[in-house]
């Protein structure tokens, strides 16, 4: 069965920090793009971050960028979403995918990606 299984979420406090990790089962994400998203209560699903498969370029949304810093860990078929000076507005339930459209990381488009985990709860208090 394929599927991804993202981990490490948590309850930190504003300034703080957190390692998300995303992997697979069932597929290697070496040959797929692959991107974080995250849905607050009451929002819709935006996209935070994307690594390529193709060169490995990253795109960030703009209420991230200098903050989370995306990167594969290849060893253990994971990629990773460092989250760092995190903000109440940061709360949300966090899920990975991969981009089955493209290699290349140039938009946020949902449709693009599949294999959706269950997502992990990030909370940031104030």
């Known amino acids: 069965e394929v599927q991804v299984a993202e981990s490490g979420g948590g309850l930190v406090q504003a300034g703080g920090s957190l390692r998300l990790s995303c992997a697979p089962s069932?597929?290697?994400?070496?040959?797929?793009?692959i991107g974080w998203f995250r849905k607050a209560p009451g929002k819709e699903r935006e996209g935070v971050s994307c690594?390529?498969?193709?060169?490995?370029?990253?795109i960030y949304a703009d209420a991230v960028q200098g903050r989370f810093t995306i990167s594969r860990d290849r060893a253990k078929n994971a990629v990773i979403l460092q989250m760092s000076s995190l903000k109440p507005d940061d709360t949300a339930v966090y899920y990975c995918a991969a981009n089955l459209m493209r290699r290349r990381c140039t938009s946020f488009l949902g449709y693009e990606y599949a294999y959706w985990g269950q997502g992990t709860q990030v909370t940031v208090s104030s």
């Open positions: 069932g597929f290697s994400f070496d040959d797929y793009a």
């Open positions: 690594i390529s498969a193709s060169d490995g370029s990253t």
